[in-house]
T-cell receptor
Framework: DQQVKQNSPSLSVQEGRISILNCDYT??????FLWYKKYPAEGPTFLISISSIKDKNEDGRFTVFLNKSAKHLSLHIVPSQPGDSAVYFCAASVGGKLIFGQGTELSVKP | NAGVTQTPKFQVLKTGQSMTLQCAQD?????MSWYRQDPGMGLRLIHYSVGAGITDQGEVPNGYNVSRSTTEDFPLRLLSAAPSQTSVYFC????????????FGPGTRLTVL
């Protein structure tokens, strides 16, 4: 049973516009949520995180929103740039373990 | 700092063969972990370690063994490879206070025929 789900395998956005990546989870015990970014033939790199006691965290162009009642988080990228084109994984932590979603491939077109 | 290094980058095995995927980090991180990435499945945790001498199972531990004799190294052993273990394997490490923010190695692409 997938505890962390990213239902959109891909997303295409125009440069300069907003990218919104979504993630849903089922386990209410998750204490931290994270986003990782992955380029082909490389390992994932940490992007941004949010504690379960917060509802928003911002870092430059990247903002993560957490809606605990809906068990939903999202990553907003504003403005989107071609270099943001990558696969984005959401992840959730519990008991020292990270559980990842399936990933969403973002394509930002010039 | 080299960060997290993994060897080999690519490997082809025959069913039943054994091998060890190597992982090393030079950041003095206590926490290390192994993941596999399969299409449509994201990254799944195989085994993890919170420090030298301590290991525990993740989501998909069957068919894999690990040990942690030093802080720096965390090898993953396949005792008898199966085609279902064809995957890309990633090793990651983090400090104990920030175990969520893991640093990943470049990966090992394994094919089992």
């Amino acid at each position: 049973d997938q505890q962390v789900k990213q239902n959109s395998p891909s997303l295409s956005v125009q440069e300069g516009r907003i990218s919104i990546l979504n993630c849903d989870y089922t386990n209410s015990m998750f204490d931290y949520f994270l986003w990782y970014k992955k380029y082909p033939a490389e390992g994932p790199t940490f992007l941004i995180s949010i504690s379960s006691i917060k509802d928003k965290n911002e870092d430059g162009r990247f903002t993560v929103f957490l809606n605990k009642s809906a068990k939903h988080l999202s990553l907003h990228i504003v403005p989107s740039q071609p270099g943001d084109s990558a696969v984005y994984f959401c992840a959730a932590s519990v008991g020292g373990k990270l559980i990842f979603g399936q990933g969403t491939e973002l394509s930002v077109k010039p | 700092n080299a960060g997290v290094t993994q060897t080999p980058k690519f490997q082809v095995l025959k069913t039943g063969q054994s091998m060890t995927l190597q992982c090393a980090q030079d950041m003095n991180h206590e926490y290390m972990s192994w993941y596999r990435q399969d299409p449509g499945m994201g990254l799944r945790l195989i085994h993890y370690s919170v420090g030298a001498g301590i290991t525990d199972q993740g989501e998909v531990p069957n068919g894999y063994n690990v040990s942690r004799s030093t802080t720096e190294d965390f090898p993953l052993r396949l005792l008898s490879a199966a085609p279902s273990q064809t995957s890309v394997y990633f090793c990651a490490s983090s400090s104990s206070g920030r175990y969520n923010e893991q640093f990943f190695g470049p990966g090992t692409r394994l094919t089992v025929l």
